[in-house]
Nanobody, 116 residues
């Protein structure tokens, strides 16, 4: 079973930056696609960014040009660099790893708050 642990959330002013990390246990990190989702209270979880095992990426339109997803194989860690943060980016962010078709592992989530 894969365990994912997010870190790096917190409070930042509008226009600021944060870097989220997702540490993965197990041996699947190098072979499986991973991603970041976010969820606001009362809303569905939405895709933020994904990265394949070979480094191909895709982003939600709302974060293109501001967020960058990456992964470090030697550290079994995925990152989300978030720049030019806006108040509407204030939500809980979750990392995920695709295990097989229709099945994924999820982290516990980390809160990001963008406020002055």
């Amino acid at each position: 079973q894969v365990q994912l642990v997010e870190s790096g959330g917190g409070l930042v002013q509008p226009g600021g930056s944060l870097r989220l990390s997702c540490a993965a246990s197990g041996s699947m990190f190098s072979t499986n696609a991973m991603g970041w989702y976010r969820q606001a209270p009362g809303k569905e979880r939405e895709l933020v960014a994904i990265i394949t095992s070979v480094g191909s990426t895709n982003y939600a339109d709302s974060v293109k040009g501001r967020f960058t997803i990456s992964r470090h194989g030697a550290k079994n860690t995925m990152y989300l660099q978030m720049n030019s943060l806006k108040p509407e980016d204030t939500v809980v962010y979750y990392c995920t790893m695709v295990l097989r078709v229709g099945e994924a592992s999820w982290g516990q989530g980390t809160q990001v708050t963008v406020s002055s």
